[in-house]
């Protein structure tokens, strides 16, 4: 393994223990299960829709989390998790 990319697991693991257990949840759900829309989200975990936004957001600000387009439904955005370890 090279020093960067040691380096790039450290940053990971150091921002990952500053995300809110929320996010922590919903950022292993994406990785485990794949790009889901934030109803279906919401339908795997036990948070109010405030929590799941503020959350998705929060991992998007961070890099860990893409939002793209839901081609079947414009109106909603899938979120996509970067698998970096």
Known sequence: M???MSKENVD???TKDKLPPSAREIYKILVDEG???TKEVLSRVNYAS???RYALKKL???G???KV???LDMRQSKYLAH???
């Open 60 to 62: 998007i600000s961070l």
């Open 69 to 71: 387009p839901y081609l």
């Open 12 to 14: 990971l693991l150091e």
């Open 35 to 37: 790009p889901m829309t």
């Open 2 to 4: 090279t020093e960067s």
């Open 50 to 52: 405030r929590t799941v």
């Open 64 to 66: 860990l989390v893409r």
């Open 83 to 85: 698998k970096r370890e």
